[in-house]
Every structure is written in structure tokens, then in C-alpha cells.
């Protein structure tokens, strides 16, 4: 297949990094994959990596009707069999470029109120069984939903050794509000009231960063909890941990559960939209009411003290990884589906 990608998205995340495995996998399965992005996109590094074909292309927001003129020029130049498009304004301007061309596919990744425009979708794949009932809502034909997650590098399950003294509690994303980071940081606060020596990090950049450090620095966890900024050496990250912790007060899918999976990193996550739907609690990670520093911080002491429990159940969640969200399998089903949306595309045409 000739297979368009379309994201213009400049920031760095979960939505983003989807973007890339979406490229990565179909790439790899010998399609045509031909990436478009924002100029500043912080993907372009990775697709540049990959050795994706990409094309940078600057926009205004998604009545751009100059964008969305060049879009149509370069999907004509290409004939893509198909359009796959990951943010509103992507699907947006796409949804005007692409009549007539070839048929277009939205990825439903979160919950806004302007995913009302996949009604007008050829296909619509949403992340998690959560995000069906969303869609649907909003007037989505049920046949033209599809659910396929997320997906991670699968290799085999790391020797991760002894831990390490004092442990280390990670946690890693954009830091703003919904994800919950000053929970985390109530969280650790609780444990070590408790007595419990340990270290932490928190990655990643936002605009809830100066408040956060300052809530770290009135807890009194200067010496313990550090801010290394944005994660760019990911595998390094997990593998100076001993708990990953998902403290988000809303999270409609979590990429960084199944990163942690594969790299054999014990979890603890709130029952948010998307771990909800990935976790097996008390099977492949520990699952607790989000927004709930007690809960959070008694969840960390239990992985704390019970190393075992934390060896079983990072190495059921990585068999899970492995299984249900590795980058192959998914991408097995990424293509029956496109394969499906243009034969009808084709039929109708």
C-alpha cells in the first residue's frame, strides 16, 4: 500500500510517539509510508532515524485553505492508496484535501468534543473500548469503528539485576494537570513520612513544571526527587527505576505503561480511561482510585516491600506487552483494516 501519515503536531508525547510507531510499523511491512509534519515537529528527529519519506508543511490552524491547497497538491502528486490522520487539525485540513483522492481514516487518541468531524471519516480506529462508546456518541457509524491499541518494541524480557539501593520511583510525561503529577509528588511525600527511604525522578516538561518543583520543595523532597527534564533516552530511564508510577487524573490510553512492560519495570497506575483498559489489576500491575495520594503511596510501599509480587507481575505484564501490543501484531491489524476501508472506498468510488 501507498500509505499518507498525517500529524501537525509540534510538542512531544503519547499522541506523537503513536504517530511514529504507526510510520515505523507500516514501513516495516514494505508499504509506502510518506510522513507529513509540523517543520518544529520534535518526531522529525525520529522519522529522519527510521528513514521515513517526510514531507514538513507549515499551517495556520485548520481553516488554512492555503495548507490545505499544498496538502491537495502533494497527495495528488503522491496517489496514496490511503490517509491516516492523528490530531483534529490534521484530520481537519485532511478531510479537505483528500475527496477524490483516496479515502481517510482518524485516529481517535482522546476525548474532545470536536472528534465530531469523524463523522465524515471513512474508517474511524479508536485506542481503547472506552473511546468506541465516545465516538459512537458523537454519531460515528458503528461500522466504520475499529479498535486497535497503541503498540511498543517488543524484544526479550530485560535482566534487570538487583535493585537498586535506596530504590528509585520513576514517573515520565507532560506535566500538566491531568496527569496528576502533584499526586505523585503527595504520594512520596506520605512515604517518606512513613519512613521509607527511597529516590524518585519525574520526566518530562509542561507548563505545570515550576508549580510542581515548587510542590516538591514544600514537601520537603529536594534531596530525593529530581527533574531531569524531557526524556529523550527512554530505555536508559526504565532501567534506573524499580517502580513506574502512572498517577494520571485522566489518561485515554498510556503508551508509557507498555514501555515500562517491556522493559520489565514493576506498575502503579490510576484507573484512569486507558489503564483501566491494559491493566489486569493485581495480575500484570496495581491499579488504585485516581486522585488518591493514600491510595497511590500505600500501592508504591506495596511493591516496596514485596519484591516478588513486583517480579510476577512485571513479567506477566511484559508477556502482555508482548502479546496483545507489540509493534508487529499491531500493525498486523493496522493493515487488514486499511486494506478493508480502501477495498470499500474503492467500491463505492
Known sequence: ????????????????QAFVDYCEGLQTRSHRVTAFTHPKAVVNAQLK?????TISM?????????????????????????????????????HRATPGICPLVGITHNYFARARRLKRADAVITTTHDLINFVKKLGVPEDRIYHIPNMVRCHELPHRGEPNQPPVIGAMGRLVKKKGFDVYIEALKLLKERGYVFRAVLGGTGEEEKHLKHKATDAGLDDILTFPGWIEDKKSFYNHIDVF?????????????????????????????????????????????????????????????????????????????????????????????????????????
Open 1 to 16: 500500500m501507498n500509505i499518507v501519515n498525517i500529524m501537525f503536531s509540534a510538542i512531544g508525547g503519547g499522541i506523537e
Open 49 to 53: 532515524a527510521l528513514g521515513v519519506e
Open 245 to 349: 508510577c502512572l498517577p494520571s487524573l485522566h489518561e485515554p490510553f498510556g503508551i508509557v505503561l507498555l514501555e515500562a512492560f517491556v522493559h520489565g519495570v514493576p506498575v502503579v497506575a490510576t484507573d484512569s480511561e486507558g489503564p483501566r483498559d491494559i491493566i489486569t489489576p493485581n495480575c500484570d500491575a496495581l491499579l488504585v482510585k485516581a486522585g488518591n495520594a493514600s491510595d497511590l503511596s500505600a500501592a508504591i510501599a506495596r511493591l516496596l516491600d514485596d519484591a516478588k509480587l513486583a517480579a510476577d507481575l512485571a513479567a506477566n505484564a511484559f508477556v502482555k506487552a508482548k502479546t496483545n501490543y507489540s509493534i508487529e501484531g499491531v500493525t498486523e491489524r493496522i493493515e487488514k483494516v486499511l486494506t478493508a476501508v480502501i477495498l470499500r472506498w474503492r467500491f463505492k468510488n
Open 58 to 94: 507549515r499551517n495556520l490552524g485548520e481553516y488554512d485553505f492555503f495548507a490545505i491547497h499544498r496538502l491537495r497538491k502533494h497527495l495528488r502528486a503522491l496517489a496514496p492508496d490511503i490517509a491516516i490522520t492523528h490530531t483534529h487539525r490534521s484530520f481537519a485540513l485532511a
